[in-house]
C-alpha cells in the first residue's frame, strides 16, 4: 500500500485532456513538499516528467503539466497522442518516513 | 550526461544477501548537491525507496527494509553499493539507482535514474 494515493488508470482518446491525481497527507503534501511526477514506458526506467509541482525539465512538451493544492497534486495531459501510453509515479518527500514516499502509479491508456 | 549503471547477480537464493552496485559516470559522488538512492519495483506493480547515501557516507533507510539494509559509498571508484540481507521471494523486483536532487528545503526528486536490473530470488 502506496503512501500517495492514486487512480490505478485513466484512458483518453488522442487529442483529449486527462488528469491523474496524487493525494498524500500532512506528513508530506500537506507539510508542504513538493510532488514529482514521473512517466515510465514500458520495459524502462522512469524518467522525470514533472518536478517542483509546475516545472518541466527540458525536452519535455508543454502538454504535460502539474499542479498542488493542500494534500493533493494533479498531473494533466493535453493533446493526448498514442505516445503518452505508460504508467506515471507521483513522488514527494515524508518527515515522519525521513525519505521519499511514491504513489502506486496510474496506467494511461490511449484509446 | 550523467549515467548510472547498476551491476550485480540476477539471482540470489532465499536467506542469502543481495549485492548491487551502481557505477556513476559523467558526474561526481563527492559532490555536495546531492544523495544517491536505490528504488525497486516488483513486477507489475509500483516504484519503492529503498534507501539514500550522501557523499559523507551518511545514510537513511526506509524504516520497512532498514533492519535488513545497508548502502555505503565508494567516492574513489564513483560507486555505490546495496546490500540486503535475508532476502525472501518477496524481494524480488527491477532494482533502480537514482541521483536525487534538492531543489529549495521543500523539493526532493530524482533526475537521472539507472536502466535498472531484474534480481529474481529463487533456489
Known amino acids: 500500500q502506496s503512501v500517495l494515493t492514486q487512480p490505478p488508470s485513466v484512458s483518453g482518446a488522442p487529442g483529449q485532456r486527462v488528469t491523474i491525481s496524487c493525494t498524500g497527507s500532512?506528513?508530506?503534501?500537506?507539510?508542504?513538499?513538493?510532488v514529482h511526477w514521473y512517466q515510465q514506458l514500458p520495459v524502462t526506467a522512469p524518467k522525470l516528467l514533472i518536478y517542483g509541482n509546475s516545472n518541466r525539465p527540458s525536452g519535455v512538451p508543454d502538454r504535460f503539466s502539474g499542479s498542488k493544492s493542500g494534500t493533493s497534486a494533479s498531473l494533466a495531459i493535453t493533446g493526448l497522442q498514442a505516445e503518452d501510453e505508460a504508467d506515471y509515479y507521483c513522488q514527494s518527500y515524508d518527515s515522519s518516513l525521513s525519505g521519499s514516499v511514491f504513489g502506486g502509479g496510474t496506467k494511461l491508456t490511449v484509446l | 550526461q550523467v549515467q548510472l549503471q547498476e551491476s550485480g547477480p540476477g539471482l540470489v537464493k532465499p536467506s542469502q544477501t543481495l549485492s548491487l552496485t551502481c557505477t556513476v559516470s559523467?558526474?561526481?559522488?563527492?559532490?555536495?548537491?546531492?544523495?544517491w538512492n536505490w528504488i525497486r519495483q516488483p513486477a507489475g506493480k509500483g516504484l519503492e525507496w529503498i534507501g539514500r547515501?550522501?557523499?559523507?557516507?551518511?545514510?537513511n533507510y526506509n524504516p520497512s527494509l532498514k533492519s535488513r539494509v545497508t548502502i555505503s559509498v565508494d567516492t574513489s571508484k564513483n560507486q555505490f553499493s546495496l546490500k540486503l540481507s535475508s532476502v525472501t521471494a518477496a524481494d524480488t523486483a527491477v532494482y533502480y539507482c537514482?541521483?536525487?536532487?534538492?531543489?529549495?528545503?521543500?523539493?526532493?526528486?530524482?533526475?537521472?535514474w539507472g536502466q535498472g536490473t531484474l534480481v529474481t530470488v529463487s533456489s
Open positions: 559523467g558526474g561526481s559522488l563527492s559532490s555536495l548537491s546531492y544523495y
Open positions: 500532512s506528513s508530506n503534501i500537506g507539510a508542504g513538499y513538493d
Open positions: 547515501i550522501y557523499t559523507s557516507g551518511s545514510t
Open positions: 537514482a541521483r536525487r536532487t534538492r531543489s529549495g528545503s521543500w523539493s526532493y526528486f530524482f533526475d537521472y
